[in-house]
């Protein structure tokens, strides 16, 4: 066979869909909502991409004695998992 590239990728509107879901960023204003989902088209989804997305979401999403790292990792699970589409294709 031959060799097999996998390429991992993610987008603003997938993340926004989700955010939507499940009422995330209710505590965030445009600004940093913006910058956000800015970070997500300028990033591939990376696993320290992912959670630094995942942290910026919780924040927002709650009172600073709601932010939990169960939460964080909750967060990155779904953007992995409903987010991220991984793609493959071969070459010579």
């Known amino acids: 066979m031959k060799k097999v590239n996998e390429n991992k990728v993610w987008s603003s509107s997938k993340v926004m869909a989700m955010c939507v ?12 909502y913006g910058k956000m989902l800015e970070y997500v088209r300028t990033h591939k989804p990376t696993t320290a991409a992912i959670l630094e997305v995942a942290k910026d979401i919780v924040v927002h999403s709650t009172t600073e004695d ?11 699970y779904e953007l992995a998992n409903e987010v991220v589409t991984t793609c493959y294709t071969t070459e010579d």
């Open 21 to 32: 879901h499940y009422g995330y960023y209710t505590f965030g204003d445009n600004e940093a």
């Open 66 to 76: 709601g932010v939990s790292d169960e939460l964080i990792l909750e967060v990155m």
